[in-house]
Nanobody
Framework: VQLQASGGGLVQAGGSLRLSCQSS????????TAWFRQAPGKEREFVAG????????YYADSVKGRFTFSRDNTKNTVFLQMDHLKPEDTAVYYC???????????????????WGQGTQVTVSS
């Protein structure tokens, strides 16, 4: 299983970015997928995710109302639309796929067996 993330960049506060993560090697519709982020000197934290079906999405409190997680299982791709970005959103963003089928996403990194390479998001004030 491989995950390829893209879409990061530099944006001013209040702006928007859309991250994408395409997976290969297994049917994404069976596996929860999530976005995590890691800022310098901080632990990796859960941002948003959904079950493989995409019927229910979960968000960290810090991004609720500003970020939107979605997925297109026909393309094995998940997205993170980030609006109203703040400087504190600056981090490397990683997509991750759960190791077990038909589970809900969790906030703990150990549940995710597969990780993308990370994409840098920088929000200037």
């Amino acid at each position: 299983v491989q995950l390829q993330a893209s879409g990061g960049g530099l944006v001013q506060a209040g702006g928007s970015l859309r991250l994408s993560c395409q997976s290969s090697g297994r049917a994404s519709s069976r596996y929860a997928t999530a976005w995590f982020r890691q800022a310098p000197g901080k632990e990796r934290e859960f941002v948003a995710g959904s079950r493989g079906s995409g019927q229910i999405t979960y968000y960290a409190d810090s991004v609720k109302g500003r970020f939107t997680f979605s997925r297109d299982n026909t393309k094995n791709t998940v997205f993170l639309q980030m609006d109203h970005l703040k400087p504190e959103d600056t981090a490397v963003y990683y997509c991750a796929a759960h190791g077990l089928a038909f589970r809900r996403p969790t906030i703990t990194t150990t549940s995710y067996f597969y990780w993308g390479q990370g994409t840098q998001v920088t929000v200037s004030s």
